[in-house]
């Protein structure tokens, strides 16, 4: 297994957490951060392997999650200094209800106004999809080195080797002579009828009769 180039700093983006997309001369690399403040690729998908590489958006539900979480604690707060300041129930119920509303709020207009920006590869070894921090900065250096890696446009791309026949014309196999069939020791009745009067002796004629006169 061919060992990947040296990575560029020019050729990294950044995802969330501890992982991130790196380009080399032959190689797109997932990287984690491991042990020792180190990056180890965790996949590395050669660029010929690559079909298709596209950014798209999508809506991130996530903010929405994290709204119902903290509205979640905040209840528990103002329910527990409500129950300690004795207001009455109306009052505690109807500040929760305004908390839940506003968090709820924000949390669907930031999930409608800020997409969450994808980048999808499609290999032969299997997607991948990644987070796009980079406004699509990395996205077209990737677009760039795939082109340098499948040649210019209108190259054919050369396809698989077949199983063909071979056009050399080749000499045909002459067929086997065909032997004729050995005679065989039985002779042919009309010869045993020549041969066969000859073959017992002479023959004597038979006397004339009285009757002939």
């Not at 969330?16 to 020792?36: D, F």
């Not at 903290?70 to 103002?78: H, Q, S």
Request: hydrophobic content about 45%; overall charge neutral.
């Amino acid at each position: 297994m061919t060992t990947p180039q040296p990575i560029e700093p020019t050729d990294v983006m950044q995802g969330r957490g501890n992982r991130r997309l790196a380009l080399s001369h032959e190689h797109l690399l997932v990287e984690v951060l491991g042990p020792g403040r180190r990056w180890t690729p965790a996949r590395a998908i050669h660029l010929m392997d690559i079909r298709a590489a596209y950014s798209y958006e999508a809506k991130d539900w996530s903010p929405v999650a994290v709204a119902v979480l903290v509205w979640i604690i905040l209840a528990c707060v103002v329910a527990t200094v409500g129950v300690m300041l004795s207001w009455p129930g109306p009052v505690i119920a109807l500040v929760v209800a305004v908390g839940l509303a506003l968090l709820l709020g924000a949390s669907i207009y930031r999930v409608t106004s800020v997409p969450k920006r994808l980048l999808r590869i499609e290999a032969y070894s299997g997607p991948l999809v990644f987070p796009n921090l980079d406004q699509n900065g990395f996205f077209r250096r990737l677009d760039a080195r795939l082109a340098m890696a499948r040649g210019p446009v209108g190259t054919p791309v050369q396809p698989a080797p077949t199983l063909e026949f071979s056009p050399t014309p080749q000499a045909a196999i002459p067929a086997p002579e065909e032997v004729p069939p050995e005679p065989s020791a039985s002779v042919d009745p009309e010869v045993m009828r020549d041969v066969g009067p000859a073959a017992e002796g002479p023959q004597v004629a038979p006397a004339p009769s009285s009757s002939d006169g």
